[in-house]
């Protein structure tokens, strides 16, 4: 009867410990992928941010928005990765904050 029992509880030992790692190890690839999604939007709202003080930088300084991401980018530092990102700018006159979307590039 106790040989029996035993049997049991090593069988059960022997079922649970790789259930419950495998439990922890996805537990642990939901929690990064959920941390590597957020700073994708994060990265994409500082950048969107980065170009609207850009533009409003330039209105302070010379009295217009610039005309388009070019000029930004060789007057005012910005940096942007094509790569990764697609920037929709839309300038309507030179005395309008410009229309601009930040888009994540899929691979």
Same mark, same amino acid.
Do not use: K
């Given at each position: ?7 049991w509880i090593?069988l059960?030992r ?5 259930v ?6 996805l537990?642990?690839?939901t929690a990064v992928?959920?941390l590597?999604?957020?700073?994708? &939007?994060?990265?994409?709202? /500082?950048?969107e941010e !980065?170009l609207r003080?850009g533009?409003v930088?330039?209105? #302070?300084?010379e009295? $217009? ?7 930004l980018? &060789?007057?005012?530092?910005? /940096?942007?990765?094509? !790569? ?6 839309s300038?309507? #006159?030179?005395?309008? $904050?410009p ?9």
């Amino acid at each position: 009867m106790r040989r029996i029992r035993s049997g049991w509880i090593s069988l059960l030992r022997g079922l649970l410990l790789p259930v419950a790692v495998a439990a922890v190890l996805l537990c642990f690839a939901t929690a990064v992928e959920s941390l590597d999604s957020g700073r994708v &939007e994060e990265d994409m709202r /500082q950048l969107e941010e !980065t170009l609207r003080r850009g533009c409003v930088a330039c209105y #302070a300084a010379e009295g $217009m928005y610039p005309p388009d991401l070019e000029y930004l980018e &060789e007057h005012y530092g910005i /940096q942007i990765d094509e !790569t990764r990102y697609t920037v929709r700018y839309s300038a309507f #006159a030179e005395n309008l $904050m410009p229309d601009i979307t930040v888009l994540e590039n899929t691979p």
